[in-house]
Structure formats: structure tokens, C-alpha cells
């Protein structure tokens, strides 16, 4: 990563609530076609979440502390506030002396900018304030948010705009919290209604949803330069298993997610 930053742009894409095993089931099926053009040889990594909810989840993400690789470790970070001993990096973790990497990257001469999606990046509150309050520019409104069923679609095009408006030359850092997958998620399912519910199914449908306009996201971040991508879940969501539904809570497919991390290159998309 001190490769990276500095030359590359940097995109974060937590597709919000994402279960590990739908978003491996539909890769194999070839119904993410999108995605899987960037995927890595064997598909999604499947990792656990440093926590279960996403406003816990993001606070250590913006602090170096992505999903961690399910085998045991240590496993370097890509990114890392300096600390004193740390086992969890090495010679190409990107140190930073920020409380959190947003402002770290705003140091390096990045533009940071977030495009918000569930509801801890909505702003109408104190603490829902202060994950979009890391970066330089933050959006969010009602379309781009769980309650919406084209959420992703707007985010896209916020995205384009957001890109559209910086200096050529100036590096950017975009989060994207994708909120199309969080419940309610009902209808990207044609005939599904809201006393029907969600489910695995509707779930999927969403993922599907965020692959047929995600192509738009990656050509917009990568029209420019070199673009380094990391596209994982910040937890799963629980559809009845145990008795759980939902998440916030220590389950096998509330803790367990999918990952990937890429660069892309202009003319690729």
C-alpha cells in the first residue's frame, strides 16, 4: 500500500449487510457478472467482520481494521494507525498518525468524499454524524438510502458527480456504503410485497440489483487513473437461522463476510 496511496485513487464499497454465502452462491451461478470480472481467481475471500453492526463495523474500517482473513494469522493490514508493537502489520501497511484513515488520506493531498446509505450515515443525529464528519464531503438524503429501491443507482450517480467536480489531478478516497442489500430489501423481488417480508431470496434479488449498476461506479473511479478497490460487507444479516433475524448479533453468518480488494485500470470499464 505505500506503493499506492499517493498514485492510485482509493474506493471502499461496503455492500451493507451482504451474507458471505449468497454473495458465493450467486457469483458461482454467473449472476454477478459484474462483479466477477474484478473478483480474484476463487471469487470472494470469506472473512470475519470486526463487528456486527455498521456503525461499529465502519469505525474500525476507517481505522486500518478491515474484515480479517478467516485462516489463522497474523495477518498484515493494508492500512494502520501507528501504534506501538503491532503484530497486524508490516513493510507494506500504509502507516498513518490520524485517528482514523479519511484524515489520513486528507494529509496526503486526497479528496475524501462519502456517499452514505443505512442510517449511521444519514446526519440526522450527533452520532450519525460522525462517520460522514471523517471526510472532506459527505451525502446522504432519503433516495440513497434503505427505504429507496433505486438507493444504488442514485449513489452511482452521485458518485459520477463527485468525480466529475475534482481537479484532474487531485487523488480521491470514496466511501460508498451501499444500503440496496440492508433490509428492507422486498422489493428488488418482481411480485414480492411488504407483508410478504424479506428474505434469502429478496436478498439475493438486491445483491443482483447493486451488480447490474455497479460496472458505472468502477468506470467512474478508474476513468482517471489507477483506481484501488476493496468491495466487502461490513456483517451479514440472519434470515432465520437459530432463530435470529437481522443482525448485531454473534452469529456464523452475521460475522462472516465476503471480501475483495483489486486495482483497476482506465479504459477497463
Request: charged share 20%; hydrophobic share 40%; with cysteine.
Amino acid at each position: 500500500m505505500n506503493a499506492v496511496v499517493g498514485e492510485q485513487d482509493l474506493l471502499l464499497v461496503t455492500l451493507d449487510a451482504l451474507r458471505y454465502d449468497v454473495a458465493v452462491e450467486l457469483a458461482a451461478a454467473g449472476r454477478l457478472p459484474n462483479l466477477a470480472r474484478v473478483l480474484p481467481e476463487g471469487g470472494w475471500e470469506r472473512r470475519h467482520t470486526p463487528a456486527i453492526l455498521a456503525f461499529a463495523a465502519h469505525t474500525a474500517f476507517l481505522a486500518g481494521h478491515l474484515p480479517t482473513p478467516t485462516a489463522p494469522g497474523p495477518h498484515p493490514r493494508l492500512f494502520a494507525a501507528r501504534q506501538g508493537d503491532n503484530e497486524s502489520t508490516d513493510a507494506h501497511t500504509w502507516l498513518f498518525d490520524t485517528p482514523d484513515l479519511a484524515g489520513a488520506l486528507t494529509k496526503a493531498g486526497y479528496h475524501t468524499a462519502c456517499i452514505g446509505g443505512v442510517g449511521c450515515f444519514d446526519k440526522q443525529g450527533a452520532l450519525d454524524s460522525v462517520l460522514p464528519g471523517m471526510f472532506a464531503e459527505s451525502h446522504w438524503d432519503p433516495e440513497l438510502g434503505v427505504t429507496s429501491p433505486i438507493s444504488f443507482e442514485a449513489q452511482v450517480a452521485r458518485a459520477e458527480l463527485v468525480v466529475g467536480g475534482l481537479d484532474p489531478d487531485r487523488r480521491l478516497f470514496l466511501l460508498v456504503d451501499v444500503a440496496a442489500i440492508h433490509q428492507p430489501n422486498w422489493f428488488h423481488t418482481p411480485g414480492a410485497t411488504a407483508a410478504g417480508g424479506d428474505s434469502r431470496e429478496t436478498h439475493a434479488a438486491a445483491l443482483e440489483y447493486v451488480d447490474r449498476h455497479i460496472g458505472r461506479l468502477f468506470r467512474a473511479m478508474s476513468f482517471r487513473r489507477p483506481c484501488f478497490a476493496i468491495v466487502t460487507s461490513d456483517h451479514g444479516t440472519a434470515y432465520g437461522e437459530d432463530g435470529h433475524t437481522g443482525h448485531n448479533v454473534a452469529h456464523e453468518v452475521v460475522w462472516t463476510v465476503p471480501y475483495a480488494h483489486f486495482t483497476m485500470s482506465p479504459g477497463e470499464w
